[in-house]
């Protein structure tokens, strides 16, 4: 496999149902990201690691809890959603550093849907 | 707060036309500016990124622009084809204290019509 990959690519689940969204890079970054993407509204950041430490939580609610055991993985742990929690979960990767340009690869996203 | 918008929401245009899509930016103190493509349903693809320090940056058919003292960017595409339909967005790039944030505009939806 290769550049960033995630799974499940769609994911129905209920109210009160835990589920977890997985992604993994294969590009030797060191910083990861999740952002969310709703209809008609910009991508939206909502968590960034930096060689597996959390850098930025962008006040994000505490139904949504992230987890970055090692440089090539990263989670994100679901729990008593909201319908309006649906949308394209998309998974990105970079390399992190003081110099460079950051450059983002992202995965194709998990499309959620909370009943 | 940064802010990014794209100009026009949606462009329908003939197969071969040269089109140009429009990017602006509130705070101009960017790292750089990245453009990507998405197709329905996709992740983002990474068309072109350009450093706060350049001008323009070229691949292939695609030219971007940056004119970071008046916080604007242009995507031109030259001789358009169906297989160039997507969403088209732009994000700027700053620098913190712990890595990196884009923010992104809300792109331009483009269809390319035979």
Same mark, same amino acid.
């Given at each position: ?78 729990? %008593? ?16 550093? %003081?110099?460079? %340009? ?7 996203? %998990? ?5 | ?6 100009? /026009?929401?949606?462009?329908?245009? /003939? ?55 008046? *916080? ?24 913190? *204290?712990? *890595? ?6 809300? *792109? ?7």
């Amino acid at each position: 496999e290769t550049g960033v990959t995630q799974t499940p690519r769609h994911l129905v689940m209920g109210m009160t149902n835990k589920k977890s969204l997985k992604c993994e890079q294969h590009l030797g970054h060191n910083a990861m990201y999740w952002y969310k993407q709703s209809a008609k509204k910009p991508l939206e950041l909502m968590f960034v690691y930096n060689f597996k430490e959390q850098t930025e939580n962008n006040s994000v609610p505490s139904r949504f809890s992230p987890e970055c055991p090692n440089s090539s993985h990263l989670f994100l742990h679901l729990h %008593t959603l909201q319908p309006e929690d649906s949308a394209l979960y998309l998974c990105a990767s970079s390399q992190a550093g %003081t110099s460079g %340009t950051y450059e983002q690869f992202f995965g194709p996203g %998990t499309r959620l849907t909370v009943l | 707060k940064q802010e990014v918008t794209q100009i /026009p929401a949606a462009l329908s245009v /003939p197969e071969g036309e040269n089109l140009v899509l429009n990017c602006s930016f509130t705070d101009s103190a960017i790292y750089n500016l990245q453009w990507f493509r998405q197709d329905p349903g996709k992740g983002l693809t990474s068309l072109l990124l350009i450093q706060s320090s350049q001008r323009e940056q070229t691949s292939g058919r695609l030219n971007a622009s940056l004119d970071k003292s008046s *916080g604007r960017s242009t995507l031109y595409i030259a001789a358009s084809q169906p297989g160039d339909s997507a969403t088209y967005l732009c994000a700027v790039r700053i620098l913190t *204290g712990g *890595g990196n944030k884009l923010t992104f505009g809300t *792109g331009t939806q483009l269809k390319v019509e035979l």
